[in-house]
């Protein structure tokens, strides 16, 4: 089965040169030899550079495939986080961190444009704004601190073991258990911090791509100062995001597996960010996430009749949500996400939930 592209033109801008404006709509997937090639309800795999082989079926990508791959110009993992379109990207071929940060990429549909910024691929909503700034909650602004980000990996997260958190190692090995059903596919660690997790999937070799995901500009140049030290990363598909957990840059039903490690107590709305990770999440793919506990040490209004003021005085103080195992449980369910399990220790749980 020959891969064919169809270009459709659009008007140049003075921002963009014509050759940027030319969409490809790919089947079944980019004609990057980098990038994975997908076939209906079949896992991302690693394509070589003449043929692809998805199951014992072999594609072949003829001639026209190989210009357009020549040019640079593709479709690949992003959307755009303002209306979900695909981003159409420019610049050096490959899915690693050189690569995603020489390119450019643009949404025609609303003709909104992001590049890198420092280390990392900004596709937040307000990547590029000048005059408006947006300032989430206390929970979430502390993370963006260069002295907590800094502290993150050097003390900060160790901490956690006082909760039951049993280590990082312990950590990882429990949720690639989680994750065997979409070994091969399509990782994105979302809230990720200084990328202790997003390295060691990366690492694992279990996934044709990883992408680093985080809110807090500092603590995604913490995770590349990590990570250029570490010579095991450099020609692995790995990329570090800037976005909004509540806003995910990537098309629905387009990711196999979706990590959040000690994340769930700090978004400023779980419900938001739990319904985004189910839209993004392809059919069978994976959620795993941990947190704390609401426990009577964190939470004193967590029982009863009380639970309602405590929940208030979250708000009032801008302090971390905790919840219960059974509020998590319900929040996946109905976010319509299923085959909820967890692993409790103390205030530390390690849930799982799967998409239809």
Same mark, same amino acid.
């Given at each position: 089965?020959?891969?064919? &592209?169809?270009?459709?033109?659009?008007?140049?801008?003075?921002?963009?040169?014509?050759?940027?404006?030319?969409?490809?709509?790919?089947?079944?997937?980019?004609?990057?030899?980098? $990038?994975?090639?997908?076939?209906?309800?079949?896992? $991302?795999?690693?394509?070589?550079?003449?043929?692809?082989?998805?199951?014992?079926?072999?594609?072949?990508?003829?001639?026209?495939? /190989?210009? +357009?791959?020549?040019?640079?110009?593709?479709?690949?993992?992003?959307?755009?986080?303002?209306?979900? !379109?695909?981003?159409?990207? /420019?610049?050096?071929?490959?899915?690693?961190?050189?690569?995603?940060?020489?390119?450019?990429?643009? @949404?025609?549909?609303?003709?909104?444009?992001?590049?890198?910024?420092?280390?990392?691929?900004?596709?937040?909503?307000?990547?590029?704004?000048? !005059?408006?700034?947006?300032?989430?909650?206390?929970?979430? !602004?502390?993370?963006?601190?260069?002295?907590?980000?800094? +502290?993150?990996?050097?003390?900060?997260?160790?901490?956690?073991?006082?909760?039951?958190?049993?280590?990082?190692?312990?950590?990882?090995?429990?949720?690639?258990?989680?994750?065997?059903?979409?070994?091969?596919?399509?990782?994105?660690?979302?809230?990720?911090?200084?990328?202790? $997790?997003?390295? /060691? $999937?990366?690492?694992?070799?279990?996934?044709?791509?990883?992408?680093?995901?985080?809110?807090?500009?500092?603590?995604?140049?913490?995770?590349?100062?990590?990570? /250029?030290?570490?010579?095991?990363?450099?020609?692995?598909?790995?990329?570090?995001?800037?976005?909004?957990?509540?806003?995910?840059?990537?098309?629905?039903?387009?990711?196999?597996?979706?990590?959040?490690?000690?994340?769930?107590?700090?978004?400023?709305?779980?419900?938001?960010?739990?319904?985004?990770?189910?839209?993004?999440?392809?059919?069978?793919?994976?959620?795993?996430?941990?947190?704390?506990?609401?426990?009577?040490?964190?939470?004193?209004?967590?029982?009863?009749?009380?639970?309602?003021?405590?929940?208030?005085?979250?708000?009032?103080?801008?302090?971390?949500?905790?919840?219960?195992?059974?509020?998590? !449980?319900?929040?996946?369910?109905? @976010?319509?996400?299923?085959?909820?399990?967890?692993?409790?220790?103390? &205030?530390?749980?390690?849930?799982? &939930?799967?998409?239809?």
């Amino acid at each position: 089965m020959a891969v064919r &592209a169809v270009i459709a033109s659009s008007s140049p801008s003075a921002a963009f040169p014509a050759t940027f404006h030319r969409k490809l709509h790919i089947c079944p997937s980019s004609l990057n030899p980098s $990038f994975p090639v997908r076939s209906t309800n079949l896992r $991302f795999h690693q394509a070589s550079s003449r043929q692809v082989r998805v199951y014992g079926s072999t594609i072949t990508l003829d001639p026209l495939a /190989k210009v +357009l791959h020549n040019n640079s110009e593709e479709a690949g993992y992003f959307a755009c986080p303002i209306c979900y !379109e695909p981003l159409i990207r /420019k610049g050096p071929p490959g899915f690693n961190l050189p690569a995603i940060y020489r390119s450019g990429f643009k @949404c025609q549909k609303c003709n909104k444009t992001f590049s890198s910024k420092d280390v990392f691929l900004d596709l937040t909503v307000t990547s590029g704004m000048k !005059e408006f700034n947006e300032i989430k909650p206390v929970r979430t !602004e502390l993370f963006r601190s260069p002295l907590v980000s800094f +502290l993150y990996e050097r003390g900060w997260r160790q901490n956690f073991n006082r909760s039951g958190f049993p280590g990082p190692e312990e950590e990882f090995n429990m949720a690639q258990e989680y994750f065997e059903p979409v070994a091969g596919g399509l990782l994105v660690d979302v809230s990720c911090g200084s990328g202790l $997790f997003s390295r /060691k $999937f990366a690492k694992s070799g279990s996934y044709s791509a990883v992408i680093a995901l985080d809110f807090s500009e500092n603590m995604l140049r913490q995770c590349y100062e990590f990570s /250029k030290k570490d010579e095991s990363l450099s020609n692995t598909n790995f990329a570090l995001v800037r976005a909004d957990v509540s806003r995910l840059p990537f098309a629905s039903s387009s990711v196999d597996a979706v990590h959040a490690g000690a994340a769930l107590h700090c978004w400023p709305s779980p419900s938001n960010a739990v319904a985004e990770i189910s839209r993004v999440l392809r059919s069978g793919g994976v959620f795993v996430g941990t947190t704390f506990l609401s426990t009577r040490l964190n939470s004193p209004f967590s029982n009863g009749l009380l639970r309602p003021l405590g929940q208030f005085v979250s708000q009032t103080n801008s302090s971390y949500n905790f919840f219960k195992e059974k509020e998590i !449980e319900d929040l996946c369910k109905s @976010c319509g996400l299923i085959n909820y399990s967890s692993k409790v220790q103390q &205030a530390f749980i390690m849930f799982s &939930a799967q998409k239809p």
